[in-house]
Each structure stands twice: as C-alpha cells, then as structure tokens.
C-alpha cells in the first residue's frame, strides 16, 4: 500500500522508532468526562528498551494502544517507523501495525486450538509470507526461546512461561521495529518471570528493535535503559 506524502517518511532516515506528542483521550461515563492523557509525549529510539510505569488506572493501557496504532488518540500526533500515523486511514494504521509493531500481553492469546508453531506461522501468512517461509522463521524463533522440543504442542499442554515464549516468539515474527508489551511477566511466577524478562530484552537487543514495555514491577523497570513514569495524563522521566 503507498501512502499520501503528508504522511511518508523517508525509508533510509534515520530518527525515533516511536514518536507521541500532546496526546490526548478523554471517556465519558454520562455527562462525565475522565480525561485519562493531557498532552502525553514520548520518544523510543531502535535498540533501547523503556520501562513505562505509574499507579494502577494512570492510563498506561490505554497510551500504549494508541503508541500500536490499536486506538486513536482524541487529540495529538502519533509516528511509527517515521510515518505521521495521525493522518492516516484506519487501513493504511492497519497496514503499519502489520509491517512494524508486534505485542506482547500480561495473557498470552494464543489461539488454543493451533500448536506453539502455527502460531507463531499464521500472522506472517497474514501479512503475506509464503507458509514455507513462516514455517522456516517460526521454528528459528521457537528454537531461540528454548522451545524446539514443543513445536507441535498446543498451548493447554504448555505452561504459563512456555506459552509467554510463544507469545513473545509471535510479537517478533513479522521483524517489527516496535515492540510494545503490557505487564508481559505479570502472570508469572518471580523466577518464571525472569527467565521470560531476560528472554525478552535479549531478543530486543539482538533485532535492534525498540521497545515501550509497561509494568509494575519496579525491579524490571530498572534493568531497562529507560523509565517514563505516566501520572495525571503526562509522561515524566523518572
């Protein structure tokens, strides 16, 4: 899909992988209106992984839909991968989020009735890529995350870290150059969730992606090159 000029970017510049300035979102419960963001902004550059914390119901959820092109912002400018993402149609967000953000969740959604390998083979063929291709770059990934031995497994018969591996194997599957992760260790056991920490920040590393990763674990956030704390609608460095 091309896109209008007012929102193309150069392929070869260089610059943030993730850009949000002066977002807004405000819900209304009757008459009532919440205004969750007031102008929140924030930069995440490839290579670097960012920690992005604050209390319970700050809106940390809802900011990092909109940084995946998942949700609109009321107000603001939203840029993945240099695309000024805010003028866009919802297909061209669409085809965005396709080529260049993976998620990973607190719960994993893996489909139950596909094993560990066709789900991490069905979003590449979503995005076009021969089943052969997928198949060769799912069992690569699977391979890295430890879970060579339980390709055919569906994910009842794996446990909670195993099916986070899966999740996480999936999130990079299309090579996104964002990568954005609510509470991925926040159904975990601590050791689980540390082998799973671990696994996850490598991977960023090695791809060279950036990554907007929400938690409430304090002691992960600091192992993060970055901290953004989200309280009253804005973004802080902590």
Avoid: W
Avoid at 72 to 91: F, H, I, L
Avoid at 192 to 217: E, P, S, W
Wanted: proline share 5%.
């Amino acid at each position: 899909m091309s896109f209008p000029a007012a929102v193309q970017t150069d392929p070869a510049a260089k610059g943030p992988a993730l850009a949000m300035a002066g977002i807004v979102r405000v819900f209304r419960q009757g008459s009532e209106a919440l205004h969750i963001l007031r102008g929140a902004a924030m930069t995440v550059n490839p290579g670097e992984a960012v920690a992005l914390v604050g209390p319970s119901g700050a809106g940390k959820s809802t900011l990092l839909q909109i940084a995946g092109l998942l949700e609109k912002p009321d107000d603001g400018e939203v840029r993945v991968a240099g695309y000024n993402c805010s003028a866009m149609t919802d297909q061209q967000r669409t085809t965005v989020r396709r080529r260049h953000v993976g998620f990973v969740y607190q719960y994993h959604h893996l489909l139950p009735e596909f094993s560990a390998l066709e789900n991490v083979i069905v979003p590449q063929m979503i995005a076009g890529k021969p089943r052969r291709e997928a198949k060769e770059r799912a069992e690569r990934l699977l391979a890295h995350v430890g879970l060579e031995q339980r390709l055919s497994h569906r994910p009842a018969r794996l446990s909670g870290g195993e099916q986070q591996r899966v999740a996480i194997a999936r999130a990079l599957a299309n090579r996104p150059l964002l990568l954005i992760a609510d509470e991925p260790t926040g159904n975990l056991d601590p050791q689980t969730a540390d082998h799973v920490f671990d696994m996850l920040i490598d991977m960023v590393r090695r791809g060279g992606l950036a990554a907007l990763i929400a938690t409430h674990n304090h002691e992960l956030a600091r192992r993060m090159d970055r901290i953004l704390v989200l309280r009253d609608g804005l973004v802080t460095e902590a």
